[in-house]
Every structure is written in structure tokens, then in C-alpha cells.
């Protein structure tokens, strides 16, 4: 057996559960936005976070079907950790200046 | 996409083949749980008189459960034709459940047992893996993982249309099984979009926890949890402390009479009574969601000791949203027709999986035969394992149920555990017969082992029936001119089930000497 034998299936492995983390992460933290960003536009806060929540749903399968059909991983990894990124500071930021 | 839909399915379909198999049965629950629970198998319908709430049901309430925290009185209904007193102790607010004749209100005998509601249910939704919610996650991932198989399986198939009227059941083993994963795959496809992605909308608390958390951060900067503030806001779930003062509970009648002047008579079927006897306490008040696709999650809270109205919740169109995508989940409506779609949906998924796994391995075979791997072997024995021993763990739960001794305890513990453990042994059982049958014959070994557990299934099934006869008499012509539904349902249905089993091994026996001759034909 080849060392390659080896690596090939763990790097597989390691991109495959990797980017399902990523897109995960980055779902919830669209999650987050959205809610803000819709709470903000003048519906309740209740409102709000239910139609963030429900999605969710929708942006993960979009980013995990988007990730997964890219030619390219490293591609994939740097547009979904951009993406995470943005969503996980926007609010941050938008809090700060409020 | 077509590794995403391979790898998806190979990995994660024997876990959604048992998510898909425990959520068709739990489209019956209610229905099972008459088959497990000989004592509730009586007769109800909405023109009957309800006991009444004061007279009737709060001594039953005063006499065995004065102290305790919480109350719930659940009205019976057509689907759960008995009065249900649920109750913690002083001790502990884990709620002990008693069950009553609905017009007599004798105690009915306690049935020993978890039914479909109290573990095939669950099993759907959490694998009976409560820890940190291990289960639910598991189930989530499997959920995201068929939506993505269902997406990527529409892309992957170009020529849907025509693969939706290619079924082509007498060509080569092999085709026909893809054609069936093809055409079942594609009818139901707005099902299983539906029903996955419902699935996972419902139990969003658990994989979207921190949603809340910037919508809700002036709640949170003055000490109250972002999750708590929307439940309360969204879906009208509120806490209220006790006073720890005595107070007297006010007649429930006149509350449930004005509930119903806004929600029409009989609608309300669930009452819960926190802090009885204190001066704080409240009555909430919920009502049927049968009329409606649509889950109900409007309620009435009234003041313990004056009986006053503390507040009506009604969900906001947004929330009401969310409880139509949940309706479409929990299939609480009442409507036959459809319920039965619903379960024949779910077996469809089941067929799709199933074929799935199938046409993996088969297509795998040839190449393991090439380079002398294992790996087939071992997926082939995993997915016999998944959908014969899954299929067959249920039927050792109903057969468990039917021919256990009525005692609390059994071996030490209690019966309903005994069910749930026999369950697991069968299941243990067929995988380790899955991977000595595969293990020891590499080349044929999967079809003897897929032929055998089909044949166990069609005999555990018939023996179900006869137990359910010889426990309770209740054998299958008498439930059908009695016009007991839900037993004579589940009697046919296992009988079903076992014919089907039966033809399945017939055809899988058939196949062995065909294999044989290929495979001398092959050397």
C-alpha cells in the first residue's frame, strides 16, 4: 500500500467535513444577519428571527450544494470563509456604530 | 454533483433509511399505540359528551396528585380515545401519566409500555439519544445530507421526464433496480423536499441555538436569555413564578366555556394547570389543530384564583408560517386519505433509499471483483443490516409487546424498557447475521443474507398478528366487523408487510443460481 492510498481518501474526508463545518457556520451567522437586518427593516423581533431561522435552512443547502459542485477546493474554502466572515462581522459592526 | 449525491447517500442512507422507516410508522402512532395498549382500545367520536372538568376529572386530579406542580388534563380525542392526567411529584417535575375511560373514568390498566408515541416517535426524531442532543443532530445532518441528495439527484438525472415513465421491471437485476430508485425518486420528489425540509424547519431550536442572540441583545443586556425572550415572543411560551402563597384553584368549566367562545365549541382539548395551589398560579388552555393543516399553537391563560383571562396568544402571520411548514411535519389534521398518502410517501422513501444502497453495491461488486476489496462487502452487510434489520428490530418491538408477562418488572427492569432493549438485540442480531453472511461468502453471500432477513421479516410479522389474537382476542376478521380501525390497520399492515417480505425472498432465491452461472461464466 502507498502512502498515497492513504492521504488521498483523509484529504477527501478532511475537505468533505470541513466544509459542511464551514457552510454550517456560515449559514448560522446569515442566520444572524438576516434576522438583524429584517428586524431592523421595521418587522418585530419575534418575526424576525422566525424568518431567519426558517432560512437557514435554504442558504445551507445552497452553500453546501454551491461548495461541493466547485472544481476548485481551495476556491470553495475561501469564498465560503469570506462569506462566513462578512456574516459574522457585519453585525458585530453594525452594533458598534448603533 | 454526482459524487455529492454517491458519497451523500452511501454514507448517511442507512441512518435516513431508519429516520424515513420510524416517520412512516410515526404517521400511525396513535394508531400502534392501540395495537401495544390493549386497555385504550375503545371508541370515541366528538359528539359524545366530555366528562366534566370540576364534577368529573379535578378529584381524580385532588386525589392522586394534590401537591403536585403541574397539571395536564388531555381531552380524549378520536385518534386518542381516553382522558390523559399527566402530574409530577413534589419531589420531581417529571410528569407520572395515568389513563381514564372517557365516559366512565375508570382507570384503564397501564400499559406497560413506551407505544410508537413514546419510542418509534422519538426514534424518528432523535434516535433516542437525548445527550446534548446527539440524536437530533445526527438526524439533522441526515436530513441536510437528503435534501442534497434530492437536489443534486435532479441534476444528476438530465432526462427526468423520461426516466419518470421508464420502469422496467423484468430487465437485468441491476437496471431494475435503478429504474425503481429512478421512478420512485422522481414521483415523490415534492414529498421528500417537503418533508425533509419540513423536518428540519421544526426542530430549528436545536440546530440554529445563537439565531436569536443579536436580534434580541437589549433582552440580553438586561439579563434575560435571547432564546427565552423569543419563545415568549414567537410562540407564546412564558413561565410564570409562583408566590408561594396558598391560593384556590377557580372552576376550569366557565374558562374552557369562554375559550370556546373564540375558538367554537369543542375545540379545546389540552389543559395545564401550573402552581394549582398557589396564589399565582395559571391555567393554559390550547386548542385542536384537526380542522387545520396548519399546527395550533394559540392559547388562553387564565388567573389561577379568580379564573380571570391573563392573556390570549395569538401567533403572528409569520410564526403561523412556520406552523403550517410544522403542520405539514406533524400531520395532526384530521383527514384519513391524506395520513395514508403520507405513510405511503414515507415508504417510498424508504424504496428509494433502499434501491439506492442496492445499486451501489451491485454496481460496486464488479469492481471489487477486479481489485479484491473489501469495502463492498463490508457496505453490503451495513445495508442489509440498515433496512432488513431495522424493519426487523420493529417487528421484535411489537412482538416484545404482545408476548411479555403484563408485570412493572421484568429481568430487573422495567417492561417498557424490555420492549425498547429487544428492539436493539434484534437489530444487533441481523447486522452481526448480515456480516457472517456476507464475511463468509464474499461473492454471494449479500443475496442469501438480504433472502433470509426478508423471510424473518415475513415470519416475525405473521407471528405479530397471531400474538395480538391470542393476547386479546382480537383477532383480524373480528376488528373489521367491529370496524376497529387502528387494529385491524396494523394487523393488515403487518400481513402486508409479510407478503411483501415473502415475495422479495422469493425472487431474491431465484436470483442466487443466475448470479452462480454469471459468475462461472465471468471465470
Known amino acids: 500500500m502507498h502512502l498515497r492510498d492513504v492521504i488521498q481518501p483523509a484529504t477527501t474526508a478532511t475537505h468533505v467535513v470541513g466544509l459542511c463545518a464551514l457552510a454550517y457556520f456560515a449559514s448560522a451567522q446569515l442566520v444572524g444577519l438576516s434576522g438583524m437586518l429584517t428586524w431592523w427593516a421595521g418587522m418585530s423581533q419575534g418575526d424576525a428571527v422566525m424568518l431567519a431561522l426558517m432560512l437557514g435552512f435554504i442558504y445551507l443547502l445552497l452553500l453546501l450544494l454551491w461548495g461541493f459542485s466547485r472544481e476548485r477546493r481551495r476556491n470553495a474554502w475561501l469564498l465560503l470563509g469570506g462569506l462566513s466572515l462578512l456574516a459574522w462581522g457585519t453585525p458585530l459592526l453594525l452594533q458598534v456604530q448603533a | ?523
Not at chain 2, 287 to 299: F, G, P, Y
Not at chain 2, 370 to 384: C, E, F, K, N, P
Not at chain 2, 498 to 504: C, D, F, Q, S
Request: charged letters at 15%; glycine letters at 8%.
Open chain 2, 1 to 523: 454533483m454526482g459524487e455529492l449525491h454517491t458519497w451523500a447517500g452511501v454514507l448517511l442512507g442507512v441512518l435516513l433509511f431508519a429516520v424515513f422507516w420510524t416517520g412512516s410508522l410515526s404517521v400511525f402512532d396513535k394508531e400502534i399505540d392501540r395495537w401495544m395498549m390493549p386497555s385504550t382500545r375503545l371508541h370515541w367520536d366528538d359528539s359524545m359528551q366530555r366528562p366534566s372538568l370540576d364534577r368529573d376529572i379535578r378529584p381524580l386530579l385532588e386525589q392522586r396528585a394534590a401537591n403536585a406542580p403541574v397539571w395536564t388534563i388531555i381531552l380524549p380525542l378520536e385518534r386518542t380515545p381516553f382522558l390523559t392526567l399527566t402530574y409530577g411529584s413534589e419531589e420531581s417535575r417529571k410528569s407520572s401519566r395515568d389513563l381514564f375511560h372517557p365516559i366512565t373514568l375508570e382507570p384503564l390498566a397501564k400499559p406497560l409500555t413506551l407505544g410508537a408515541s413514546g419510542f418509534i416517535y422519538p426514534f424518528h426524531h432523535n434516535l433516542t439519544l437525548r445527550y446534548k442532543n446527539i440524536g437530533a443532530w445526527l438526524v439533522g445532518i441526515a436530513g441536510m445530507a437528503m435534501l442534497c441528495l434530492l437536489v443534486s439527484g435532479v441534476v444528476i438525472h438530465r432526462k427526468l421526464f423520461s426516466e419518470f415513465f421508464t420502469l422496467r421491471l423484468h430487465r437485468a437485476f441491476g437496471r431494475s433496480t435503478l429504474d425503481v430508485h429512478n421512478v420512485a425518486g422522481v414521483a415523490l420528489l415534492p414529498f421528500h423536499l417537503l418533508i425533509t425540509l419540513s423536518g428540519l424547519i421544526v426542530a430549528f431550536a436545536i440546530y440554529y441555538p445563537d439565531a436569536p442572540q443579536h436580534t434580541y441583545r437589549e433582552q440580553v443586556q438586561s439579563g434575560v436569555s435571547a432564546e427565552r425572550a423569543f419563545l415568549g415572543e414567537a410562540l407564546g411560551r412564558i413561565r410564570l413564578r409562583a408566590a408561594k402563597e396558598p391560593g384556590e384553584l377557580a372552576p376550569l368549566e366557565p374558562m374552557v366555556a369562554k375559550a370556546e367562545q373564540h375558538w367554537g365549541p369543542g375545540s379545546v382539548y389540552l389543559l395545564r394547570v401550573n402552581n394549582p395551589k398557589d396564589a399565582n398560579g395559571n391555567v393554559l388552555l390550547r386548542r385542536t389543530s384537526h380542522s387545520s393543516v396548519t399546527k395550533d399553537i394559540d392559547n388562553f391563560r387564565f388567573a389561577n384564583v379568580s379564573g380571570e383571562v391573563m392573556g390570549r396568544f395569538q401567533a403572528s402571520a409569520m410564526v403561523n408560517t412556520w406552523n403550517f411548514i410544522a403542520g405539514l411535519h406533524y400531520i395532526q389534521f384530521r383527514h384519513d386519505a391524506l395520513r395514508w398518502l403520507y405513510f405511503l410517501g414515507g415508504l417510498g422513501g424508504c424504496v428509494v433509499i433502499a434501491t439506492g444502497l442496492f445499486f451501489w453495491t451491485q454496481a460496486r461488486r464488479k469492481k471489487q471483483q477486479r481489485h479484491g476489496h473489501l469495502g463492498v462487502s463490508l457496505l453490503d452487510a451495513l445495508s442489509i443490516a440498515g433496512v432488513c434489520g431495522v424493519i426487523l428490530a420493529t417487528l421484535a418491538f411489537l412482538l416484545a409487546n404482545r408476548c411479555l408477562p403484563m408485570q412493572e418488572q421484568l429481568f430487573g427492569l422495567g417492561r417498557a424498557r424490555v420492549e425498547i432493549l429487544s428492539f436493539y438485540a434484534l437489530w444487533l442480531v441481523a447486522s452481526a447475521h448480515a456480516v457472517w453472511r456476507v464475511m463468509r461468502d464474499q461473492r454471494l453471500g449479500y443475496l442469501h443474507a438480504w433472502r433470509e432477513q426478508c423471510t424473518a421479516i415475513a415470519l416475525l410479522a405473521v407471528l405479530a398478528v397471531l400474538a395480538n389474537w391470542l393476547t386479546t382476542g382480537d383477532h383480524l376478521l373480528a376488528t373489521l366487523r367491529s370496524g376497529n380501525g387502528p387494529v385491524a390497520g396494523t394487523d393488515l399492515c403487518l400481513l402486508a408487510a409479510a407478503a411483501l417480505a415473502l415475495l422479495a425472498a422469493h425472487k431474491l432465491r431465484r436470483r442466487v443460481p443466475q448470479e452462480e452461472t454469471l459468475e462461472v461464466a465471468h471465470v
